[in-house]
């Protein structure tokens, strides 16, 4: 089976530019994660879909990123104007059930730099 | 606050060699525990899952323990190889929340 795919594997752009990183998650997963990596740093969560909706996105960080899932199969994160804080590694992971007992499987990133 | 700690940041060892990576947790309440390994460009990719009733498990040559009591895991590599350096990732899940907290990770470095 296909795993996670990310797209693009790296981007640089300049501040104030936008970016759209997109997501497909492995085929029946309803579940959908976004998660970001900042050089030296922890991974942290972003959101979580079930299907198209968003079931928590306590850790989006402003207002300038923006998540869909439409139709509930592939996922877009906008960042909107980018700032050089946003500079990191963006994963996403998906699964098939929701909770701390199932494991995730990751997508390899999209590695972001705003210069 | 859930924390996760790892030590060390950075390990180089020679092919052959045996290691051991540290992971502390104030995670609560604790519901698993998972090491990952992330090799460069990559994601990371689940090496074991332990709960809190587990000691010990193992995966070919990583064995995960875990010490609930003390809060503390270390993941240990048997016979290293050149494949096995990457980062590795200590992530514990609480009971309370399916968000999981993770480590910063060890980079291990693997020399012939």
């Known amino acids: 089976e296909a795993g996670v795919t990310q797209f693009p594997s790296h981007s640089v752009i300049e501040k104030g530019q936008t970016v759209t990183l997109r997501c497909d998650p492995i085929s029946g997963h309803d579940n959908l994660y976004w998660y970001r990596r900042v050089m030296g740093k922890e991974i942290k969560f972003l959101l979580h879909?079930?299907?198209?909706?968003?079931?928590?996105e306590s850790g989006m960080p402003n207002n300038r990123f923006l998540a869909e899932r439409t139709g509930g199969t592939y996922s877009t994160l906008k960042v909107q104007p980018a700032e050089l804080e946003d500079s990191g590694v963006y994963f996403c992971?998906?699964?098939?059930?929701?909770?701390?007992?199932?494991?995730?499987?990751f997508g390899s990133g999209t590695r972001l730099t705003v210069v | 606050k859930n924390q996760v700690e790892q030590s060390p940041q950075s390990l180089i060892i020679l092919e052959g060699k045996n290691c051991t990576l540290q992971c502390n947790y104030t995670v609560s309440p604790f519901s698993n525990l998972r090491w990952y390994k992330q090799d460069t460009g990559r994601g990371p990719v689940s090496l074991t899952i332990m709960t809190f009733s587990e000691n010990t498990k193992s995966n070919g040559r990583y064995t995960a323990t875990l010490d609930a009591d003390t809060k503390q895991s270390s993941l240990h590599i048997t016979a290293s190889q050149l494949s096995d350096s990457a980062s590795y990732i200590c992530?514990?899940?609480?009971?309370?929340?399916?968000?999981?907290?993770f480590g910063r990770g060890t980079s291990l470095i693997v020399h012939p």
């Open positions: 992530v514990v899940n609480s009971g309370g929340s399916y968000i999981p907290t």
């Open positions: 879909f079930v299907k198209e909706s968003k079931q928590d």
């Open positions: 992971a998906s699964s098939q059930e929701t909770g701390a007992n199932y494991g995730y499987t």
